[in-house]
C-alpha cells in the first residue's frame, strides 16, 4: 500500500498556474515546480504524469475559474463600460491572470491540447463581448474580437514585464475600449 499523498493536488495546481503565468512553460523548470510547490519530483510525476500534464491542468483550473466565471459575468454586465471594467479589475486581482494570454502565444501553435484550451477560453470571451455589445445595441462584435483583445493585452504585458512591472486596470481598460471602438 502507498502513501498518502503529502501535498494537496488543488493547491499545487494553483501555484503552478502562477508560475506559468509569470514565466511561461518553457521558462519554468521542473526544478523550479518542485521548489515552489513543495513537493517531491516523484510525487509531481505520479500525479501529473509530466511537467506538462500539470502545465495542463493549470491551464484547465486556470480557464474554469478564472476565466469561464469572468467572461459569463462580463455577458451580463450592466453595460459594455462595466464589462471592460470587471474584466480589469479580474485581470488585476487573479493570481494567474494572464495564464491564458501566455498559452496562446507559447504553447497553442505547437500544443493541440493546450491550442483547445486556448480556443475554449477566447470563444468564451468573444462570445461575451457580442452579448454585451448587443446589449448595449451596438453592431455585432467583429469576427477575432477576443483573439485581438487577448493579443493586444498580451504585448501590453510582455512589454511591462520586459520594463519591470505589470500593466494595471487603466491600460487594459484603455486598451479594451480603444478596440472595440
Given at each position: 500500500?502507498?502513501?498518502?499523498?503529502?501535498?494537496?493536488?488543488?493547491?499545487?495546481?494553483?501555484a503552478a498556474?502562477?508560475?506559468?503565468?509569470?514565466?511561461?512553460?518553457?521558462?519554468?523548470?521542473?526544478?523550479?515546480?518542485?521548489?515552489?510547490?513543495?513537493?517531491?519530483?516523484?510525487?509531481?510525476?505520479?500525479?501529473?504524469?509530466?511537467?506538462?500534464?500539470?502545465?495542463?491542468?493549470?491551464?484547465?483550473?486556470?480557464?474554469?475559474?478564472?476565466?469561464?466565471?469572468?467572461?459569463?459575468?462580463?455577458?451580463?454586465?450592466?453595460?459594455?463600460?462595466?464589462?471592460?471594467?470587471?474584466?480589469?479589475?479580474?485581470?488585476?486581482?487573479?493570481?494567474?491572470?494572464?495564464?491564458?494570454?501566455?498559452?496562446?502565444?507559447?504553447?497553442?501553435?505547437?500544443?493541440?491540447?493546450?491550442?483547445?484550451?486556448?480556443?475554449?477560453?477566447?470563444?468564451?470571451?468573444?462570445?461575451?463581448?457580442?452579448?454585451?455589445?448587443?446589449?448595449?445595441g451596438a453592431?455585432?462584435?467583429?469576427?477575432?474580437?477576443?483573439?485581438?483583445?487577448?493579443?493586444?493585452?498580451?504585448?501590453?504585458?510582455?512589454?511591462?514585464?520586459?520594463?519591470?512591472?505589470?500593466?494595471?486596470?487603466?491600460?487594459?481598460?484603455?486598451?479594451?475600449?480603444?478596440?472595440?471602438?
Amino acid at each position: 500500500m502507498g502513501r498518502p499523498r503529502a501535498f494537496d493536488e488543488d493547491d499545487a495546481v494553483r501555484a503552478a498556474a502562477g508560475l506559468f503565468a509569470a514565466r511561461g512553460y518553457e521558462g519554468t523548470s521542473v526544478d523550479d515546480l518542485v521548489g515552489t510547490l513543495g513537493v517531491h519530483r516523484g510525487s509531481l510525476y505520479k500525479v501529473f504524469g509530466s511537467k506538462r500534464g500539470l502545465y495542463l491542468a493549470a491551464l484547465r483550473r486556470h480557464l474554469d475559474e478564472d476565466v469561464l466565471p469572468l467572461t459569463a459575468a462580463i455577458a451580463v454586465a450592466d453595460g459594455l463600460a462595466a464589462a471592460l471594467a470587471q474584466a480589469a479589475a479580474a485581470y488585476d486581482s487573479a493570481l494567474a491572470a494572464g495564464l491564458l494570454l501566455v498559452a496562446a502565444a507559447e504553447r497553442a501553435a505547437a500544443d493541440p491540447d493546450t491550442a483547445a484550451l486556448v480556443d475554449e477560453g477566447l470563444t468564451a470571451l468573444e462570445r461575451a463581448l457580442a452579448a454585451v455589445l448587443a446589449a448595449d445595441g451596438a453592431a455585432a462584435a467583429p469576427p477575432g474580437l477576443a483573439q485581438a483583445l487577448a493579443a493586444t493585452v498580451l504585448g501590453v504585458r510582455l512589454r511591462s514585464r520586459a520594463a519591470g512591472g505589470r500593466p494595471g486596470a487603466e491600460a487594459v481598460l484603455a486598451l479594451a475600449a480603444h478596440l472595440l471602438r
